[in-house]
């Protein structure tokens, strides 16, 4: 696709992607000057391209990716990829489905197999993926093995979402492909889908939305269009956002001395959303979404770190609630001394192993 975006200079980053500090990730992003891009699709070079092409950086957003001047994007994390399978840890199965293959939209879904088949039908977990809209898939060791505790320990199916990433797809691209595969999954209601595992099994009464980071985004976005537009016999019971990926122009909490910090998601945010008004957006902004109060869930769960550069904006974002009334309940859970998707970065360690509990719990209190 042809696409108009801001270009970047960048100081990179050496800096491992399993370091404890999510914040000196952040690429070192200034500003410059608008940048035609023809971006391909095409992972490595065509056999007619220079080397010179090839090697020519247009934007440099180390340790995230890189756009090179013939439209090609190297993504430096979140590409290692794993089959489904039968997990012999949690005896969760999982299987790939394409949802539309014209927009490569498809979903990996997760079912334990502990009581197989399942004597009742099981609650949904519709999740999606962190990554600045721009890496990770639900395919990605990460978020497999995530999704396989996540159903395992919640007794839950769960459908992990592949929705098309910016830069090639921008925001709200991601989106869209979100909203579309919701649609899908709730299409089988009544048991006339297309999954088998889902008209058989799926509870669409009690329907859970989940991600960390963008996926939060996204998730709080999905919530709102089932507010806004209904799916027949598809309840939202609750939704959970994992460090959600919210901004805005005004500083809030400790944002004010994070001086270093704050322009670089300003800019992030723009890369990964060109057409954006700005940090404002009501895409990024909840504040700024007049249809905040049709969010369609019971209740919400707003997971922050302390030392997260966004967790004053999980806070806010329950005091938005609050402040304009909105009918459920929602509550805040803070994990301290530690950073933004440290769970991700660490699975192992015990406040991910408490963190992913409590979203369990929430999970099963349905």
Known sequence: ???????????????????????????????????????????????????????????????????????????????????????????????????????????????????????????????????????????????????????????????????????????????????????????????????????????????FLGGDSAGANIAHYLGIRVGQENLDGFKIEGSVYVHPYFWGVDRIGSESDKVEYVEKVHNLWRFSCPTTIGSDDPLINPEKDPNLGKLGCKKVLICVAEKDLLRDRGWYYKELLEKIGWGGVVEVIETEDEDHVFHMFKPTCDKAAILLNQIVSFIKSA
């Not at 990716?65 to 013939?70: A, E, G, I, T």
């Not at 199965?93 to 399942?118: C, G, L, M, Q, W």
């Not at 925001?171 to 999954?185: N, Q, R």
């Open 1 to 207: 696709m042809n696409l108009i975006i801001h270009s970047f200079s960048s100081i990179p980053s050496t800096l491992p992607l399993h370091n404890k500090s999510y914040n000196t990730l952040l690429p070192s992003l200034k500003l410059t000057k608008p940048l035609h891009i023809n971006f391909t699709t095409k992972s490595t070079m065509d056999s007619n391209s220079t080397s010179t092409l090839n090697d020519e950086i247009a934007i440099d957003l180390t340790p995230i990716l890189k756009v090179y001047k013939n439209g090609r994007v190297e993504r430096l994390v979140g590409e290692e990829v794993i089959p489904p399978s039968l997990d012999p840890k949690t005896n969760v199965e999982s299987k790939d489905v394409i949802i539309s293959k014209e927009h490569n939209i498809s979903a990996r879904i997760f079912i334990p197999k502990t009581t197989y088949p399942p004597t009742q039908k099981l609650p949904l977990f519709v999740y999606i993926h962190g990554g600045a809209f721009c890496i990770e898939t639900p395919f990605s060791p990460n978020y497999h093995n995530y999704l396989n505790s996540v159903t395992s320990l919640a007794n839950a199916i769960g459908v992990s979402v592949h929705y098309r990433r910016a830069p090639e797809h921008p925001v709200p691209i991601a989106h869209e492909d979100s909203w579309f595969a919701l649609k899908w999954v709730a299409s089988h209601v009544g048991g006339n889908g297309s999954d088998e595992w889902l008209n058989q099994f799926a509870d669409f009464e009690k329907v």
